[in-house]
Structures are given as structure tokens and as C-alpha cells.
């Protein structure tokens, strides 16, 4: 199956720093991408949706000032925590879907932030 | 808005035995997904459920779907110890297939 890598699997933050996540499509375009927060021993929640070339749709109640999202090629979606704090540890997970006909997910990146 | 309960949330069985996990959705949808989530792991499909009564399996588990209800199902035969895991059902909303909305998560611990 197609493949989407998450990068870094792990990152270490002191707060007030930003932190960027990347999510790649290995070897699909990807025309759409999701991005979930997942607290501990919880589901995961939807964050926003990215479209290539265009702006991020955010999920009611998510800060776009502070997770800023990026699509600007059909492999390569950015998330960056701006600033970020105690509260903002997370694990974070993206999926990856071309013309939506199938959807993979990245291995997820855990934030802590101290 | 789109809600989607699974039940139960916690799930402690011995091996051998058979179980079933449900999961509710509130609006019309034609598409579920199963996943599986292993401590400190992303998420692995199991089971895409297209449409009304449909069925699959794969290996000790089945999943089923009726969009009558709103109900899908995934049942576990002759559980072993490498079942344990949570469980996501999860549906499509917002006219996207893969815009998912999740359940709680079943946590399931298959005991020897």
C-alpha cells in the first residue's frame, strides 16, 4: 500500500518554541490531507484539512494562528505549533487521501513540550 | 454534527472467547472504517464498510455495517493475546469519505 511518512517521529520543545511537523506522500500525490491530535488514552480529533495549494480549513474550536498548516506541493503538508506550551502536548497524526478515493495515515509525531 | 459512539470503551477478555464491539453513528453515511492502534502507534486499517450489510473478515475478526441503524459492528472469534489493542470505528462527514469523525476507542486486552 501507498505509504505517508511523518516527521519527526518524536520532538522535545521548550516552551514558547515552534515546532514543525511534516507529513509526505511517498508515492501518490496527495490532493488532500487531515491532521488529528490525539491526547492520551483518547480519540483522535480533526484538526483541519489541507488542500494542495490552497489555505487550511480548521476544525471548530483549533487556534489557525497556532497551528499553521501548509500544503504547498502534492507530497508535503506542514503543521506548526507557534509557541507552544505544556497544554499543546500531543500526539499528532496526519492522513494522506488522493481525489479521496483511499486514505493513509503517517505514523504520528509525539510532542512534548516542557 | 456528526457523533460516533462505540461500545464499550474498555474490554478485558480471556482468550477463546468471542466478543462484540459496537459503534453508533448519528447521520446518514454509506462508508465506515475499523482501525487499530497499538500503544504508541499510528493507526492500521482493518475494514472499509461501503455499504448497507456489508460484510468482511480477516482472519479472527468480522465487521459489519447497516445504515439503517447506524450501526456497525466488529466481532472478534476465538480471541488471542495478539488482539489486544484499541479499536477505532470511524465515519466520513463533511462530503469528504476520508474527513473522519472517530468514536471513543475500544480498549481491548485479551488476558491468557
Known amino acids: 500500500g501507498a505509504v505517508v511518512s511523518q516527521h519527526p517521529s518524536w520532538v522535545i520543545c521548550k516552551s514558547g518554541t515552534s515546532v514543525k511537523i511534516e507529513c509526505r506522500s511517498l508515492?501518490?500525490?496527495?490532493?488532500?490531507m487531515f491532521w488529528y491530535r490525539q491526547f492520551p488514552k483518547q480519540s483522535l480529533m480533526l484538526m483541519a484539512t489541507?488542500?494542495?495549494?490552497?489555505?487550511?480549513?480548521?476544525e471548530q474550536g483549533v487556534e489557525k494562528d497556532k497551528f499553521l498548516i501548509n500544503h504547498a506541493s502534492l507530497t508535503l503538508s506542514t503543521l506548526t505549533v507557534t509557541s507552544a506550551h505544556p497544554e499543546d502536548s500531543s500526539f499528532y497524526i496526519c492522513?494522506?487521501?488522493?481525489?479521496?478515493?483511499?486514505?493513509?495515515f503517517g505514523q504520528g509525531t509525539r510532542l512534548t513540550v516542557v | 454534527e456528526l457523533k460516533v459512539e462505540q461500545n464499550p470503551l474498555f474490554l478485558s477478555m480471556q482468550e477463546g472467547k468471542n466478543y462484540t464491539i459496537y459503534c453508533n453513528y448519528s447521520t446518514t453515511s454509506d462508508r465506515l472504517y475499523w482501525y487499530r492502534q497499538d500503544p504508541g502507534k499510528s493507526l492500521e486499517s482493518l475494514f472499509v464498510l461501503l455499504s448497507n450489510g456489508a460484510v468482511k473478515q480477516e482472519g479472527r475478526l468480522m465487521a459489519s455495517l447497516d445504515t439503517k441503524a447506524r450501526l456497525s459492528t466488529l466481532h472478534i472469534t476465538a480471541a488471542v493475546h495478539d488482539l489486544s489493542a484499541t479499536y477505532f470505528c470511524?465515519?466520513?462527514?463533511?462530503?469528504?469519505?476520508?474527513?473522519?469523525?472517530f468514536g471513543k476507542g475500544t480498549l481491548l486486552t485479551v488476558n491468557p
Open positions: 470511524a465515519v466520513g462527514s463533511g462530503g469528504s469519505n476520508y474527513k473522519l469523525t
Open positions: 489541507s488542500n494542495e495549494g490552497s489555505k487550511a480549513t480548521y
Open positions: 492522513s494522506a487521501t488522493y481525489l479521496n478515493t483511499e486514505a493513509f
Open positions: 508515492d501518490f500525490q496527495a490532493t488532500t
